[in-house]
């Protein structure tokens, strides 16, 4: 099973935007009661998507840089990225099968 790749400002640019693979970016926070929901599901889609497609966790209070850069207001908030380029975005919680839509629709 895959993990979720913990990404910082600074990794930023080397794993999500020069990444070969379709990448769901999950801006949370730790005080987010929804992000703490969200979380298990990440956690299932990094392990049903490993190989396939990447998932990565930006804490928005560690890096504020890449979640203004993106203009994340809210947490969470997911985007769907393929070659450097957002394809998507959800802003809250979602079922998990919306996701799993999303990410299908850019693999």
Not at 43 to 51: M, N, Q, R, S
Not at 85 to 102: A, Y
Request: hydrophobic share 45%; aromatic share 6%; charged share 30%.
């Amino acid at each position: 099973m895959s993990d979720v790749l913990e990404v910082k400002d600074d990794n930023f640019e080397a794993e999500v935007m020069q990444s070969e693979l379709p990448v769901i970016v999950d801006f949370s926070a730790a005080w987010c009661g929804p992000c703490k929901k969200l979380d298990p599901i990440i956690k299932e889609l990094a392990g049903e998507y490993d190989g396939k497609a990447k998932i990565v966790h930006i804490d928005v209070d560690s890096a504020r840089e890449t979640a203004m850069k993106f203009g994340v207001m809210s947490v969470p908030t997911v985007l769907y990225m393929k070659g450097g380029e957002v394809k998507d975005t959800q802003i809250g919680l979602i079922p998990k099968e919306k996701m799993v839509e999303k990410l299908n629709a850019i693999m």
